[in-house]
């Protein structure tokens, strides 16, 4: 009889000692990092306790800098005195 075996679905957010073991820091770390205002990820709380999206601390990892965005192409072509242009929908 075959075994159906649950996707594995990611949680999107992590707790503070779960960023810790993906980033190799300890948890006091993370946590001086918050109190001090320098941890480089956005955080939420919900209640007393610290969320921190596990997609910042995947980029993170990437090495993408804090706020850039993956998702999104370079914008090539443009300088700063000419305004960005929409693409042409013409047929």
Do not use: C, W
């Amino acid at each position: 009889m075959a075994v159906k075996r649950a996707q594995h679905n990611p949680k999107p957010l992590l707790s503070v000692e779960e960023t810790a073991v993906l980033l190799g820091e300890t948890r006091s770390t993370l946590y001086r990092a918050v109190k001090a205002g320098t941890l480089p990820l956005p955080m939420f709380r919900i209640g007393s306790r610290i969320r921190i999206p596990r997609s910042a601390v995947e980029r993170l990892i990437a090495g993408e800098t804090p706020g850039e965005s993956a998702s999104l192409p370079p914008l090539e072509g443009l300088h700063d005195d000419q305004p960005a242009s929409a693409p042409s929908l013409s047929t």
